[in-house]
């Protein structure tokens, strides 16, 4: 398998909100699906060995079985994974191999065996069942992928992006609150500690001035167009993206409340390709709880001042691990002077220290977002990673410096 590693680039944008920076390529050299039909074939060609019997010499051979299905077709490295074999004949005296190594036969029929994956090498992987009368082989019907227990295997996130205040300069003219945003991105990367929160700070309960993180990964190149982010009653669909970065996006704008639901889990589906396993992932994003700005108030339809000594951020509600704040300076023409950035514990309250801040002048304009951060519980099927993709609710406003 092929991985390419550059560095990761940081968010700069509001835009970006839910972006997965600038992750890079990472290309595997691909399992491919056996055609079970031609391997039935190739399997009929040991007729010839019957023919043998009648010299005699076939007794000590074994005759043809078949191995249609594998099931799942891909676990990790560490083995300990159930899997379920289709075709036959087997029996009791069964014995498995994926490669070279000899799995843990759990329960046998005639038709079906399950087993339980020994450790293995990465890549792909011949299946081989042998019993006292019959030898079947199906190449390429398994695949092992690096272990990730214990580590990061998704990148990204799911995100609502909600306005307040009536001081927008909205399109087409006028002044108002502009549409919320839902939007989601997802990269997959071999297992790692990355962790999206480290895309704003170096550390919790710390700030920076457009801080640029050294961010690195190896990602993945799903052999797939789209993906499912689902909840009961709620699919969405997920597009690869056309970029250098193999991730997949989803954004709508207006009417958000069918995609985005607060405090609610979601599942990712994949569908297999020749390159890539289906599987779901059940919880890979948890969205945090409703909440709101309550200091500055950035709700009215005037903007409120703050102050460099004093810029105190509070929120309400709970439901979240911890909140990423974004303080954006800009000039009265909107050209942008600097951005801190903190990421801090869901405590209802922070104090961006003045320190934090390159410059200050008065009547400068400040793009507040916050977003309150929900980290997953789901583990990738394939790999045992954890699921890194978070869930973010952002409310932004805006103030004035004084």
Not at 148 to 159: E, K, P, Q, R, V
Not at 280 to 301: A, H, Y
Request: glycine content about 12%; hydrophobic content about 35%.
């Amino acid at each position: 398998m092929l991985r390419i590693h550059r560095a990761l680039a940081s968010y700069a944008t509001l835009a970006t909100l839910a972006g997965c920076g600038g992750l890079t390529s990472y290309n595997p050299d691909g399992r491919v699906i056996p055609d079970t039909g031609d391997t039935s074939d190739t399997g009929d060609t040991s007729e010839t060995g019957e023919t043998g019997e009648t010299g005699e010499t076939g007794e000590t051979g074994t005759l043809p079985l078949e191995i249609t299905e594998v099931d799942p077709q891909h676990g990790s490295t560490a083995g300990g994974a159930e899997v379920e074999l289709v075709g036959g004949p087997f029996d009791g005296s069964a014995e498995v191999y994926f490669g070279d190594q000899k799995a843990d036969v759990r329960n046998t029929g005639q038709t079906w065996l399950t087993v339980t994956t020994p450790r293995g090498s990465e890549g792909p992987v011949a299946v081989r069942v042998v019993t006292d009368t019959h030898e079947g082989e199906l190449a390429d019907a398994f695949t092992f992928w690096p272990d990730g227990a214990g580590l990061i295997g998704t990148y990204g996130s799911f995100s609502h992006t909600k306005y307040v205040g009536t001081y927008w300069s909205l399109d087409g003219g006028g002044v108002g609150t502009p549409d919320p945003v839902a939007s989601a991105s997802v990269a997959f990367i071999e297992p790692g500690t990355l962790e999206w929160w480290q895309n704003w700070a170096p550390g919790f309960n710390q700030c920076a001035s457009d801080y640029e993180p050294s961010l690195s990964a190896s990602v993945y190149d799903p052999d797939v167009t789209n993906m499912t982010l689902k909840r009961s009653g709620t699919s969405l669909n997920l597009q690869k993206g056309t970029g250098e970065v193999p991730s997949f996006y989803y954004v709508t704008t207006g009417n958000v409340a069918a995609s985005y639901t607060n405090s609610t889990s979601y599942t990712l589906e994949s569908r297999g390709s020749a390159t890539w396993p289906a599987y779901e992932i059940n919880g890979v994003v948890n969205t945090p709880g409703v909440f709101s700005i309550t200091s500055p108030v950035v709700t009215n339809d005037t903007l409120p001042y703050v102050r460099r000594t004093n810029f105190n951020v509070a929120w309400n509600g709970s439901g979240g691990d911890y909140v990423v704040i974004r303080a954006i300076r800009t000039s009265s023409t909107g050209t942008t002077l600097e951005e801190v950035t903190c990421v801090v514990d869901d405590t209802n309250s922070f104090t961006i220290p003045s320190s934090a801040w390159r410059g200050w002048s008065l009547d400068n304009q400040i793009l507040l977002l916050v977003g309150r951060v929900r980290e997953p519980g789901g583990v990738v099927p394939f790999n045992n990673a954890n699921s890194g993709m978070v869930g973010v609710q952002w409310i932004v406003g805006a103030a004035v410096t004084q």
